[in-house]
């Protein structure tokens, strides 16, 4: 006999309604990353192998370490912490010191993400937060790619424009290669790892700022700098998607990316730092309950009938 009671389990985010796991999903980010890595490896030779794989394992001990001092859960197995490892690295120049790889990764699994409670419970993307405490104690070391702070003053890089996009250019790790990014983009919307919204918000509201209020008089070219140089696309891909961090309905993940485009829009034009990217989404990520919130009510708004949000 039936007492009418369904059984339920109490679990925080994120919150997966597929048949999938979160080292599936962490799997598929790794696997979407393999092009840039490679790339990163061929243009910047042998230290870069060496900066990601010190970065990941970092990570991964840090995370190791952590329960052990705590007596928390251990979660190593989930894969997560090599992808914050990896996105850390992502975010650095070759040229950074080693240290700097491993400070920023240490920081992220420590402090932003193992401090909180662990995944699920952080506020802030690990990763970034990493990156920026990184670049704020190494910054005469970790410098960003000269192309951003020539647009920061008004100016047009002399890089060819296919340069930026296929990566035969100078920068973080990661970033120099906005065509492979989004070949990895792709294979992680097939997958269902990511949305759709909060990629296409981001660039669009970020490209349409640029191209109103250009920097200088060539606007298509300007927009198309800003656009593919720094790491607005590795942002928009890798770091905006954090099922943790960022909203939970396509309403908010739009209202997401268009803060994200256009407080990177703002700091680059007249922020400290040119190139933006991760403290717009840092600064968003504090802002993801009350977009949470806000979407709810839009939904609850919308009538019968209307389209469904996922």
Known sequence: ???????????????????????????????????????????????????????????????????????????????????????????????????????????????????????????????????????????????????????????????PMYDAVVGATDGALGEVSALLILAGGVYLLFRGVISWQTPLAFIATAAALAMTFPANASSVQYTMYEMFSGSLILGAIFLTNDPTTTPSTGVGRLIFGAGCGALTFVMRRWGGDPDGVAYAILTMNMLTGAIDRLAAVTLRRTPRGGENES
């Open 1 to 159: 006999m039936t007492t009418g009671k369904t059984d339920m389990t109490a679990a925080r985010a994120p919150f997966i309604k597929r048949d999938e796991t979160v080292r599936s999903m962490m799997a598929d980010v790794m696997i979407a990353a393999i092009p840039a890595a490679v790339w990163a490896v061929w243009r910047f030779g042998p230290r870069a192998a060496a900066a990601m794989l010190v970065s990941v394992l970092t990570a991964i001990a840090s995370e190791a370490a952590f329960p052990l001092i705590t007596h928390s859960e251990l979660r190593i197995g989930d894969l997560s912490a090599a992808v914050t490892g990896l996105l850390c690295a992502f975010c650095l120049p070759a040229s950074a010191p080693i240290y700097a790889f491993v400070c920023a990764s240490a920081f992220a699994i420590i402090i932003a993400k193992c401090a909180f409670g662990g995944i699920g419970a952080n506020i802030f993307n690990p990763a970034l937060a990493g990156v920026v405490f990184a670049r704020l104690c190494f910054s005469g070391k970790a410098p960003l790619s000269g192309d951003l702070a020539t647009l920061a003053a008004g100016g047009l890089p002399s890089t």
